[in-house]
Every structure is written in C-alpha cells, then in structure tokens.
C-alpha cells in the first residue's frame, strides 16, 4: 500500500472508554471527552487525507489508571491484553492499512515484560507505544530497565507519545494538557534520555519522536551547550539529525509529524539539525566579527513512503 504513513494514529475500543471513566479519566488530561472512533471512519479520514497506512496506538492516559497497588496492575495487564487484541484484530482484517504499536502495563515491569513479549511473538506487532512518564517516573527510572533492555534485544520500535507531567494542575491553568503541557513532557523525557546515556546504552532501540520532536528543536543546541558545562557532553542536534520518514529508522529517535500545523515547526527543525552538532570554542581578536551563519535550507515535504514490518 502506496501513500503516507501515520505513525501517530490512536483508536478507542467501547471497553477501554468504559474503564477510562471508570477510573475517573471521562476528561483524560483536561480534554472535553473520550473520542468516538471506529474503523470505518478511520479509513475515511486516511482516504481523504493520502494516508496509505496508519499505526495504531492507545493514547494518553494509557491502560494503568491508578496506582501503583497489585490490583491496579492487575486491572492493567487485562486493558493492555483487550487493546492489543482488539487493535491485532484491525490489523489482520485490513491487511496493509494498519499497523499496531502495542501499549505496555508500566509502571509494572513484569506485566510489561510477558506483554511485549506477547505482543511481539504472538500478536505481530509493529511497534511499542510508550507515554512519556508513568505516574511521574520517566522512562529512564532505574526500574524500567529491563522493559528497555528487552525491546534493546528485539531492535524495537518505539512510538512515544505524551501525557500529563507531575503538577500539570499547577501549570496548566485549567487548559488541557495537550495544548502545551504535553510538548513539554515529550522534550522532558526524551532530553533526559540522551542526557543520562539510556539512547547510548540500548543503541537498538528506534525511537519515534511525536509533534516534530515538540521544543526539542528550539532547545537542541542550549541543551548541547549546557551539557559540555556539566558534563558529559551530548550531541542534542545531533541525534534529532537522524530524523527520517523511513519505517523503521536506522538509529536513535526520529521526528513524526502529526499535530505540528505551525509554519515554524518545520523549519525549526531543519534549522536544529543543519547546523554544527555541539558549540565550537575558538579564539576570536579583539575587534573581529563572526560570519553571519548561512542561510537555512528550505524544509521540503518528504515523499510517500511504506510501511516496511521490522
């Protein structure tokens, strides 16, 4: 199937709408509501839209709406198993259309463990799905690594995606997260994935940035500076240059696109990545002037591409 791929598609199952509300998440995120979704409308958005494949995906707030208690792992493990089913189901009786970035139970470990494995060998999945923090622990918690190691050893894919931050009720001003908050997360959690070494130590790993890569864009190059003050240096520009609309990329975290409708954001993009990875120091005469930089190249829409399974 020709056409674009959208690696940031969600779907709504009528059981996972009813345990959202259940939990007391009928306005995830200070939304108005849950969406209405069914394929057959999914398809009508991708026909009008040129999309020739979408991968699917649960949104924010995930499937572990509670704590952290066994029964909330529990309730957690059974939502993750119905939409992966019934997300698998769409898949195989649309065969080309969809694919499946299936959603994991964290924070607990070991029902994300036999979930991705299931997810993987069972279900065929394409992709993991992964919110950008779990009850405030962000992906680089000491405990998840495992979860990280495991999808290291399977070269997974991981489509990344928002959520609330810790105190977004103190930061949103009633606003729904979505609006900025979850830009912010997005730039929180994969800055401190490079800034702690975790891209480095699960090298396999793909990462699918949402939104453009957010604010990462704007603040690629601060990020790098600071990094050479406190140490260890990171090269910021430099990983969100492995951007690519291939499936599935070859390294590192690339940009999707969806929701990004600012002019800028393109450009910004292209502008973080094009220039020099990290700050050089060099010795300047008193009464010199730098070069004015050279011009920014002109952000060009990329070409269809296919969904090619890992």
């Given at each position: 199937m020709t056409g674009w791929l959208d690696a940031h598609a969600h779907y709504v199952t009528e059981h996972y709408a009813?345990?959202?509300?259940?939990?007391?998440?009928?306005?995830p995120d200070g939304m108005p509501g849950l969406p209405d979704w069914s394929v057959a409308a999914a398809l009508?958005?991708?026909?009008?839209?040129?999309?020739?494949?979408?991968?699917?995906?649960v949104s924010s707030p995930g499937v572990h709406l509670g704590n952290d208690s066994l029964a909330e792992s529990r309730a957690a493990r059974d939502l993750a198993r119905h939409v992966n089913d019934a997300g698998a189901k769409i898949v195989a009786s649309h065969p080309g259309?969809?694919?499946?970035?299936?959603?994991?139970p964290l924070p607990d470990v070991d029902g994300s463990l036999a979930e991705l494995s299931r997810a993987y060998d069972e279900l065929g999945a394409d992709a993991i799905a992964l919110e950008t923090n779990y009850h405030g622990r962000y992906l680089t918690d000491p405990a998840?690594?495992?979860?990280?190691?495991?999808?290291?050893?399977?070269?997974?894919?991981?489509?990344?995606h928002p959520t609330s931050p810790p105190g977004a009720e103190r930061t949103t001003f009633g606003r729904p997260a979505p609006m900025i908050e979850f830009l912010f997360d997005t730039t929180r959690c994969v800055a401190d994935l490079a800034l702690s070494g975790t891209?480095?130590?699960?090298?396999?790993?793909?990462?699918?940035?949402?939104?453009?890569?957010?604010?990462?864009?704007v603040l690629a190059h601060r990020v790098a500076?600071?990094?050479?003050?406190?140490?260890?240096?990171?090269?910021?520009?430099?990983?969100l240059a492995g951007c690519t609309t291939t499936w599935?990329?070859?390294r590192y975290q690339w940009r999707s696109t969806p929701c990004s409708r600012s002019p800028g954001q393109g450009g910004c993009c292209t502008a973080a990545i094009?220039?020099?990875?990290?700050?050089?120091?060099?010795?300047k005469r008193a009464g010199t002037r730098s070069a004015p930089p050279a011009p920014l190249p002109t952000p060009r829409r990329p070409a269809p591409v296919k969904l090619k399974r890992p």
């Amino acid at each position: 199937m020709t056409g674009w791929l959208d690696a940031h598609a969600h779907y709504v199952t009528e059981h996972y709408a009813k345990e959202c509300r259940a939990a007391g998440h009928a306005h995830p995120d200070g939304m108005p509501g849950l969406p209405d979704w069914s394929v057959a409308a999914a398809l009508d958005v991708m026909g009008r839209a040129g999309i020739g494949t979408a991968v699917l995906s649960v949104s924010s707030p995930g499937v572990h709406l509670g704590n952290d208690s066994l029964a909330e792992s529990r309730a957690a493990r059974d939502l993750a198993r119905h939409v992966n089913d019934a997300g698998a189901k769409i898949v195989a009786s649309h065969p080309g259309r969809f694919g499946l970035s299936a959603v994991l139970p964290l924070p607990d470990v070991d029902g994300s463990l036999a979930e991705l494995s299931r997810a993987y060998d069972e279900l065929g999945a394409d992709a993991i799905a992964l919110e950008t923090n779990y009850h405030g622990r962000y992906l680089t918690d000491p405990a998840f690594a495992p979860v990280l190691a495991d999808m290291d050893a399977r070269a997974a894919v991981v489509t990344l995606h928002p959520t609330s931050p810790p105190g977004a009720e103190r930061t949103t001003f009633g606003r729904p997260a979505p609006m900025i908050e979850f830009l912010f997360d997005t730039t929180r959690c994969v800055a401190d994935l490079a800034l702690s070494g975790t891209l480095a130590r699960y090298p396999q790993i793909r990462w699918i940035v949402p939104h453009a890569g957010a604010v990462l864009p704007v603040l690629a190059h601060r990020v790098a500076a600071m990094s050479m003050v406190t140490g260890p240096p990171v090269d910021m520009p430099g990983i969100l240059a492995g951007c690519t609309t291939t499936w599935p990329a070859r390294r590192y975290q690339w940009r999707s696109t969806p929701c990004s409708r600012s002019p800028g954001q393109g450009g910004c993009c292209t502008a973080a990545i094009s220039r020099s990875p990290l700050p050089q120091r060099s010795p300047k005469r008193a009464g010199t002037r730098s070069a004015p930089p050279a011009p920014l190249p002109t952000p060009r829409r990329p070409a269809p591409v296919k969904l090619k399974r890992p």
